[in-house]
């Protein structure tokens, strides 16, 4: 029985000590397996598969809900009359980031365009995009206010643009159009009479230039040979800094 006794604390006594040991390892190994799983998830690199996926097409949807604010009462309005406005939407829009035109370099950085679109999603929206709704005709607005500035001849045309492209105050647009865009040709003759005035060229809307849109070249250290530099912006369209 003492034998018996005796080989069983013996039996205890290594597997305690292979327990320490092993508990001994595990604080040190495990610290450097997590850094090195950070790393290799948080460094650009096409190798690290999943996690290079996640950076160059962002999985994470990303919403923007837009409201409205429509006239109820625009002839009211022309006559004096306060505004009486609605609230519409919310209208939401998922909106998609992707990085294209990517090109790794030798320096440890990388270049890419990062590209947004957006999708009009109805089951989160409180209408359509083919709502029309009645706004004050922004262009109108803008385009009187710049006259102000302006030329006695260049009032004059401008005065008969309004009456030739049938400008009122008040349009009638389905949201699609006020939040994208829309052609018109008084846009264009304000292009052509006031080259460079306004920041809308082909379509005027809220966003018209927003979709489809892309940030610019953008050059940002990998983080393969410096891990503390991942992330961090080398260039913007060439440039080191932006004044």
Do not use: C
Request: aromatic letters at 12%; glycine letters at 6%; proline letters at 5%.
């Amino acid at each position: 029985m003492a034998n018996v006794g005796n080989k069983r604390s013996v039996i205890l006594g290594v597997v305690g000590l292979l327990l320490v040991a092993f508990g001994a390892v595990l604080v040190f190994l495990v610290p450097v397996i997590m850094k090195q799983q950070v790393e290799k998830n948080v460094r650009i690199d096409p190798s690290s598969g999943f996690a290079y996926e996640m950076w160059r097409d962002l999985p994470v949807p990303f919403y923007m809900s837009m409201y409205i604010f429509e006239v109820m009462n625009p002839k009211e309005v022309l006559l004096g009359e306060k505004p009486r406005l609605e609230e519409r939407g919310p209208y939401v829009y998922r909106e998609r980031k992707q990085k294209v035109n990517i090109t790794f370099h030798d320096n440890s950085t990388v270049s890419f365009v990062e590209t947004r679109t957006f999708q009009f999603d109805p089951e989160k929206s409180a209408g359509r995009e083919e709502d029309y709704l009645v706004v004050p005709n922004i262009l109108l607005m803008v385009s009187a206010q710049m006259s102000k500035d302006l030329s006695f001849a260049v009032k004059i045309l401008l005065n008969a643009a309004y009456v030739m492209y049938d400008q009122k105050a008040f349009m009638n647009r389905t949201v699609k159009e006020i939040l994208w865009g829309y052609s018109d040709p008084f846009l264009d003759l304000i292009n052509t009479l006031l080259p460079g005035k306004l920041p809308f060229k082909g379509k005027f809307g809220l966003f018209a230039d927003f979709n489809n849109s892309n940030t610019g070249i953008f050059t940002v250290n990998t983080g393969v040979e410096d891990i503390s530099k991942v992330q961090m912006v080398d260039t913007w369209n060439g440039l080191t800094e932006v004044v």
